[in-house]
């Protein structure tokens, strides 16, 4: 045993091995080191036991073989007594530590620290200072100084840790940025270092006091005089190297993703300064935030399935949303002449990287103006986003350079697809619609142009007037192509239910899309005042998804069950006619210009994010 005894360091040095490049120990020749065979069973199990408490070992770098006995340890039972029965699968000399058997020694940890007098789980801890505070105030303190006047206290997570002999350090982590602790046995004194290694983890939550240093290397850390486990973490974070690959697992365990991602954070704040942005540059020019209801009795403003639910009490069915435009329409019609709304709009419609069922709109409408009047609101305020978020108007969005500063290009949708298509749509009338069809036909059937899908082509062969035609082709052939911030005009009346009709061509509405990177971002109209038009408009909108509705019904009903689910065109559900609106337009709504805008795809423009999951704090999922 005495000689044993005497193999330890040389057996510590062994274990440790894999991890010298990183604490960089000093080299060592290979005839120091000691077999393994060399010592009893029990006592490797021990150095094994406190090297991977210590958080040193992680992943791959544990040794099987040891799992066994740590387990064992941390149940306070002998290394050779039989471990208690365990649910997933039972350790073997083949099988690294899964997280359970992580998590499984970290609460034998919480436990020590109860048993030791010391909470795991703390109620509060007072910091004078955040990690880039004390980057900014010590910026200047030269390498190798101390500065034992600057007394400070700081809490974060531990993201890094490492035991050097009487020397461990830490990177600390909180919302702010990160900062180093220096422990030094001599400083802390040996129980709180003893707890150092035995207990802290990364992932842990920690409170810190001591003093300001810079390491020779130029490193500033606090160095530690005290300090406190705040919150122990059961389940182990991702390794510091791959993080979550799993971009699925991304999403659902956002606060993970959070921690060991760099940029979600910052996504997160960009979000917040937006919509910030957007709220001050509406109220400095006049505008009250109001607030609509979630649930109507019949959904309206939009052209879109809606989410179903029940009332119990009312005994009624009702449904969430796709709109708040028709409640704020109303406040206009009371004497609200400038009102918006950042709200939840819920859609039940598909998922992509554009759409997510809930997402987050501001819609917005003035008294007394038109969509000239919110075409030049419209630029102000992405402007002002950009700026708050950004620092500036120009921009990259996935390695595409966008000129938010500069006025926004302006052309109708009929010279957008002139310029595609080589064909004036703008010439044919409803009663040339079987003229118009054969020209779009006929413009992608020439040479050099790319193949329709059979989608577009069989929507193209059922229109039912050109301006639908020209809908389609603008869809398909431009609005990818629009990279630079772009106002596309004049919209075709039948996709325009809620649209004024154009003052100078009764078959377009003053209506505008903003397009940038190839999709769509704001939606804006002279809002439609006249109650009959409105009505008619209504009414026409509805007898269209009926008609919708019975033909794919007769479609599904002809293929019979060998039909795919979800391949025809989603139009099963009901579409009301709003009374009570209707009768609000009677009353008297002024002119009228407003605007909606997608907060979740402005965002994804100001942060370069590809995808709208990204911007979402907590995407749906399958």
């Known amino acids: 045993m005495q000689h044993c005894t005497s193999l330890l360091p040389c057996l510590r040095v062994q274990i440790m091995r894999p991890f010298m490049s990183l604490c960089r120990p000093p080299p060592m020749p290979r005839a120091t080191l000691c077999p393994r065979s060399a010592l009893p069973a029990r006592h490797r199990d021990e150095m094994y036991y406190h090297v991977l408490c210590r958080g040193v070992l992680t992943g791959s770098n544990v040794n099987p073989h040891r799992v066994v006995a740590v387990q064992a340890r941390a149940k306070g039972t002998e290394a050779g007594a039989p471990a208690p029965p365990r649910k997933p699968t039972a350790p073997g000399p083949d099988r690294t530590p899964s997280e359970e058997d992580i998590r499984s020694v970290r609460i034998g940890k919480a436990q020590a620290l109860r048993d030791a007098g010391l909470e795991p789980y703390a109620y509060s801890f007072d910091r004078s200072a955040s990690a880039a505070q004390l980057q900014a105030a010590h910026a200047e303190l030269p390498a190798g100084q101390e500065d034992r006047e600057a007394r400070v206290s700081i809490a974060g997570r531990i993201t890094l840790r490492r035991v050097l002999?009487?020397?461990?350090?830490?990177?600390?982590?909180?919302?702010?940025?990160?900062?180093?602790?220096?422990?030094?046995?001599?400083?802390?004194?040996?129980?709180?270092?003893?707890?150092?290694?035995?207990?802290l983890d990364i992932g842990d939550i920690v409170g810190a006091e001591g003093h300001m240093k810079r390491t020779d290397k130029g490193e500033l850390s606090v160095v530690v005089t005290s300090w406190t486990m705040l919150t122990k973490a059961i389940?182990?974070?991702?390794?510091?190297?791959?993080?979550?690959?799993?971009?699925?697992?991304?999403?659902?365990?956002?606060?993970?993703?959070?921690?060991?991602t760099p940029g979600v954070t910052d996504t997160l704040r960009a979000r917040s300064k937006t919509i910030s942005a957007l709220r001050r540059a509406l109220e400095d020019r006049g505008f009250l935030e109001v607030e609509t209801p979630v649930l109507e009795t019949a959904a309206g403003g939009a052209d879109a399935r809606p989410f179903l639910t029940y009332h119990n009490v009312m005994q009624r069915q009702l449904s969430l949303r796709i709109a708040t435009e028709l409640h704020l329409k109303r406040l206009v019609v009371g004497g609200l002449e400038r009102v918006f709304e950042?709200?939840?709009?819920?859609?039940?419609?598909?998922?992509?990287?554009?759409?997510?069922p809930e997402f987050t709109s501001v819609e917005l409408y003035q008294a007394y103006t038109d969509y000239h009047g919110m075409m030049e609101l419209t630029e102000e305020l992405i402007r002002a986003c950009a700026q708050a978020v950004t620092g500036s108007a120009a921009i990259t969005y996935q390695d595409t350079a966008i000129d938010l500063g500069a006025p926004f290009r302006r052309?109708?949708?009929?010279?957008?697809?002139?310029?595609?298509?080589?064909?004036?749509?703008?010439?044919?009338?409803?009663?040339?619609?079987?003229?118009?069809?054969?020209?779009?036909?006929?413009?992608?059937?020439?040479?050099?142009?790319?193949?329709?899908?059979?989608?577009?082509?069989?929507?193209?062969?059922?229109?039912?007037?050109?301006?639908?035609?020209?809908?389609?082709?603008?869809?398909?052939l431009v609005e990818s192509t629009l990279e630079q911030p772009t106002f596309v005009l004049d919209h075709p009346v039948e996709v325009s239910p809620l649209a004024k009709r154009h003052r100078d061509n009764p078959a377009l509405t003053e209506r505008f899309e903003l397009y940038v990177a190839g999709r769509e971002l704001a939606n804006s109209f002279t809002e439609l005042n006249d109650p009959l038009e409105q009505r008619a408009r209504f009414e026409a909108q509805l007898a269209s998804h009926a008609a919708a509705r019975d033909a794919a019904a007769a479609a599904a009903?002809?293929?019979?069950?060998?039909?795919?689910?979800?391949?025809?065109?989603?139009?099963?559900?009901e579409v009301a006619l709003d009374e009570d609106f209707l009768s609000a337009l009677e009353v008297g709504l002024p002119p009228t210009g407003g605007m909606g805008m997608g907060i979740d795809r402005l965002v994804m423009l100001l942060t370069d994010s590809p995808s709208i999951r990204d911007v979402i704090a907590f995407p749906l999922m399958k």
């Open 165 to 199: 002999g009487k020397l461990a350090f830490a990177r600390l982590n909180d919302e702010s940025g990160a900062i180093q602790l220096y422990f030094d046995k001599g400083t802390l004194g040996q129980p709180a270092f003893a707890r150092v290694k035995d207990v």
């Open 411 to 476: 052309a109708t949708m009929h010279s957008l697809v002139q310029e595609a298509t080589g064909v004036d749509f703008g010439g044919f009338s409803t009663a040339d619609t079987a003229a118009a069809i054969e020209a779009a036909q006929a413009a992608l059937a020439a040479p050099g142009a790319a193949a329709p899908s059979p989608e577009l082509a069989t929507a193209i062969a059922a229109a039912t007037s050109p301006g639908l035609v020209v809908n389609l082709l603008f869809e398909a």
């Open 235 to 260: 389940q182990p974070l991702p390794d510091k190297w791959h993080g979550l690959a799993d971009v699925e697992a991304r999403y659902r365990r956002r606060y993970v993703d959070m921690i060991v």
């Open 557 to 573: 009903a002809a293929a019979g069950p060998s039909a795919t689910p979800g391949a025809g065109p989603d139009v099963d559900y």
């Open 342 to 356: 950042v709200g939840r709009i819920f859609r039940n419609e598909g998922v992509s990287s554009r759409h997510n």
